[in-house]
């Protein structure tokens, strides 16, 4: 068993695969183990087990464009004109096929975020080592802030192509 291991950490994609699924493992039971038992003054506003613990703030937003497009009408402040197109464009894609939208956000977010461990790997390893790549994939994978890149928020798609412009622009 230690010998699987040993392998599984030398080959780098494994690596990289293995810091980017544990880390979003960790968060997905985390937060669907907690979530539900934590609860905010009223009744109403507990959260239930399922995919509703990975849809809060402007997660609901991002689908409703997803879903209605953008409402222009109201133009008072946490309108949704204010949100990049891409993400729920990706998401509309993805309910085009039947998929309910939330379930194409975690999705959407979460294989944006693989990507980028896998971008950012090859990225410092050719400016660096090995070795520094495997930190920086770690670093990121297990940052706090990464949860961003598993609910229904942009941040994944936003570091997958922030971190491809840095590579392109590094080595072009």
């Not at 230690?2 to 690596?15: A, D, K, S, T």
Request: aromatic share 18%; proline share 3%.
């Amino acid at each position: 068993m230690l010998y699987f291991f040993r392998q599984i950490l030398r080959n780098e994609w494994y690596f990289v695969f293995l810091m980017g699924l544990l880390s979003r493992g960790l968060i997905i039971i985390t937060m669907m183990i907690i979530s539900p038992l934590l609860h905010i003054g009223l009744e109403n506003d507990r959260v239930d087990f399922g995919w509703e613990v990975f849809s809060a703030w402007d997660s609901i937003l991002y689908q409703q464009i997803a879903t209605n497009s953008y409402d222009t009408s109201d133009s008072q402040p946490g309108s949704n004109v204010a949100f990049f197109p891409l993400f729920p464009l990706l998401i509309r894609l993805g309910t085009a096929v039947g998929l309910p939208s939330n379930f194409v956000g975690i999705i959407v977010n979460n294989i944006a975020f693989f990507v980028t461990l896998f971008v950012v790997y090859i990225w410092i390893k050719k400016s660096n080592s090995d070795l520094a790549a495997r930190w920086v994939v770690a670093i990121l994978a297990w940052c706090p802030l990464s949860i961003f890149g598993t609910v229904i928020y942009t941040e994944g798609v936003f570091l997958l192509f922030s971190s491809l412009a840095l590579f392109s622009l590094h080595y072009s």
